[in-house]
Structures are given as C-alpha cells and as structure tokens.
C-alpha cells in the first residue's frame, strides 16, 4: 500500500473520532463509541435526555416544557351581609360613654305603641325624652296628636308580632321559639336612642370592623371631652358631642379620630340637619315610616340600607323591610323552598337572590310586623345577631 492511501485512511479515521460534541447533538439522537482493547464496539444509539447539559446548551437544542397544571379557582362565594356590626353601632341605647357602654335601661312602662310609629324613646341634644304617645293613652285622638291611634302597648308589642307571624307562616313557630327576640321585648323598647348619635355611629361602622368602629367612637368622643392624651380611654363620664359642637369643628378637627376626610365631611354634614332643624327627633316621632326613608337617605353618607337599620332597630318601628340585604333575601329565598346554595350572581356579578317585586309581594301577608320578620329570616339563614341582641 503506498504511503498517500495509508495517509488518507488515518486522516478519515481521526475525523471520524474527533468530530465535534456540538455536531453529534444536532441531531435527535445520538450515538457514542465505547472503546475496549485495541478496537471499537458497535455504536449504541441514546436518548436526547442522556446527553450532556452542557452539550444541549452548545447545540441549541429546544427543550419541551413540563405541562401546565390547570389552576383549580375557588367556586364565587356571596358576600357576608353587613348587618350584624354595622347594626349594633346604630342600635345601642343612649349612654355616656362608648358603643358598648350601654347605660342599663329603665325599668320598662307599659306605653302606647304602633307598628308605624317610632317606639323607642329619643333623646334630643337638649337632654329632653321624647315619646310617641306623651300623655301615655291608647285611645288619643289622630287629630289633636296628628299621628295614628296606638294600637297596643309596648309591654305587648312582641306578643303581638309573633303571634301574627306565626298566623301567617305556621313554619315560623319553631324559629322563633328557638330565638327569643330582646330587641322588640319590653326591655328593648325601653333603651332611649339619641338619633344623632346613632346615625353618626352608623357612618363610623360603614365598612370597617366592629373593633376599628369602636376605637374610632373612643378617639371621637375623646376629641369633645379633654381626653388625658391620645389613644387614651374615655371615662365613664364623657358625653357624646352634640350637633352645635360637632358643626362647630373643622373636617380636619374631626379626622384625629381616624375618620376618612369623607366620612367626616357627612359626620359634619348630618351635624348640620340637625342645628338648622332639617332633622330632629321630633320629626322623627311624628314622621311616617315612607318619610323618615325619605328625609335621611337625603342626607350625604346615609344610604337606604343604612336608614332602613336605624328606623328597625334604632327607632323600634315594626315595619321595616330591607329588601336589598342579601341576609334578608337569602333567608325570604329558604323560607319559599328554594335551595339558596344553588342560586348563582346575576350579570356584572351582583348577587341577588330575589327581586324586589318578589320580596315585596311575598312579605305583604306579614305586615306590620315586617321588622321582627327579618330579624328571623336572618335567623333561618344563620346570619350572627348576636350584635344586634347583645347592645
């Protein structure tokens, strides 16, 4: 063999061998030689996955990704009725100190009460008691004291209204054998409510936590009370500002007690309505149950539901029925045998479990007793009315 041929053979064979690593794995498979002795093995054919990182990096080679999991989404859930805290701040009873310094009630009198009527006793600024029924006669005359005759007795009232609730729903029997109702009871309608406080302590509690609103009403009252200093506790003797002494501040004044700049705006605002007249507890005796909607939900900061709370558990009347608390229709919706779990958002995600009309008509049979009414359809839904109860 002449020198030229055995040349080339070797050069053919060492580029054979050191081809480049880059150049084996551009392919899809790959093969590898494995020497033993003086000669090779036959090649053996290996999975991409087995050849080197760094190869794979040098080669460029694409790497599928690992599957995606579907992400699991939690199922929409409604959202919690605001009732119960929101509630508790425009319930509670005229005292000198905080929300839940609630100053023990008189001994219950036995007064004349009508389901349309204010039946709490109010407190003006002034410090005066005002009453539905002043002269304390069942049978007064509608035209020397320009409001409906009474027609039963605060010592009454409750009996009342259950009675006739069950008349209309025999169903209702058990719920509210099971669920004493001491908002409605003699002792309930015998807390005084002063209605300028408790409309204030309304707007505090809007969207903020029972305890947010309560540290909130302490920094507040502090405000007109020479607090020692801030964040300290108000003493059982500070009193609940006024309107004059409310309107009298500055927004900026008002917000040290951690109010938002709106929410002192309508504190201020409502402050106003009730110096100039506008509001007053008066009014709030002798309007009807259509009037007293009428003239606060006029006022900045107080919407309907929140209106519709204070005249059932402020201002006692029997005949209040909130037909946009989701609570109220969820338990209205149980109550006609409907399974409320089953019941999805309407468009734009708005929950809504009846319409108004529906709940209007279904409700007529329990009037004037719609209030008590929905303190229970809480009650079947398990909505917490323990604030309510406990003021």
Known sequence: ???????????????EIAAPAAARANSNTSSVMKSQGNGFKKKRRIDQAELEPAALASANVPVTPPPKRARVLPSKQPPVTPTPAQVKAMATGYSTGDIDDATPPP?????????????APLKTPGGSRLVTYPNGEIDSS????????????????????????????????????????????????????????SLTSGIMAQQVSGAAAKSIKNKFVGLFNDAPGEGDPVGPQAHF??????????????RKAGLSERKAEYIKGLAEKFVSGELSA????????????????????????????????????MDVFSTGDLGVQRGMAALMGKDVKKLKAKGGGKWKYMSEQDMLDHSAKFAPYRSLLMFYLWRIENVDVGAVQDN
């Open 107 to 119: 001994l219950p009198a036995d007064r004349p009460a009508e389901p349309h009527r204010t039946n």
């Open 282 to 317: 008066q009014m709030l005796i002798k309007a009807s149950d259509d009037e007293v909607v009428e003239r606060l939900t006029a006022v900045r900061g107080l919407g309907k539901w929140s209106v519709e709370m204070f005249a059932c558990f402020g201002l006692k009347r």
């Open 142 to 197: 509608p035209s020397k004291t320009g409001i409906p005759r009474a027609t039963t007795t605060t010592g009454q009232l409750l009996e009342d209204a259950c009675a006739h609730l069950i008349e209309a729903d025999p169903r209702l029997r058990s719920v509210i054998e099971r669920n004493p109702c001491r908002v409605f009871s003699p002792e309930g309608l015998a807390e005084e409510i002063d209605p300028f406080r």
């Open 1 to 15: 063999m002449s020198v030229r041929r055995i040349t080339r053979s070797i050069m053919t064979t060492g580029s």
């Open 241 to 254: 500002p006024t309107p004059a002494q409310v309107t009298a501040c500055d927004v900026s004044f008002l």
